[in-house]
């Protein structure tokens, strides 16, 4: 399983990094993402992704330059360091795991083969 941690409500302009810990897998074998569901948009947005070597990683242009991606795989652990925050970043953030070298093109949510529940992030005043 996956779980994700680091959440919370913050300010615009603020920080949070967020953590998403494997269980019962190694992760080093599976390529992972940082998605975003925000209330009554679908589907879920295509955050981050970092390949399975930590080689590569792709972000979405909303938030280039403002979040950095990071993994390690001896703590099966992936992060999504979010700076610069603001409202627009409020949602729910999921991490999933794709049995993949990395998350190309043409890969949908639904083939990523292991999701976390999600944590809540909240930017506002």
């Known amino acids: 399983q996956l779980v994700e941690s680091g959440g919370g409500l913050v300010q615009p302009g603020g920080s949070l990094r967020l953590s998403c810990k494997a269980s019962?897998?190694?992760?080093?074998?599976?390529?992972v993402a940082w998605f975003r569901q925000v209330p009554g948009k679908d589907p879920r947005e295509d955050v981050s992704?970092?390949?399975?070597?930590?080689?590569?990683?792709k972000y979405a242009d909303s938030v280039k330059g403002r979040f950095t991606i990071s993994r390690d795989n001896g703590w099966n652990t992936v992060w999504l360091q979010m700076d610069s925050l603001q409202p627009e970043d409020t949602g729910v953030y999921y991490c999933?795991?794709?049995?993949?070298?990395?998350?190309?093109?043409?890969?949908?949510?639904?083939?990523?083969?292991?999701w976390g529940r999600g944590t809540q992030v909240t930017v506002s005043s």
């Open positions: 999933a795991a794709l049995s993949a070298s990395f998350c190309y093109p043409g890969y949908a949510p639904a083939d990523y083969d292991v």
């Open positions: 019962g897998f190694q992760i080093n074998y599976y390529a």
């Open positions: 992704c970092i390949g399975n070597a930590g080689l590569r990683t």
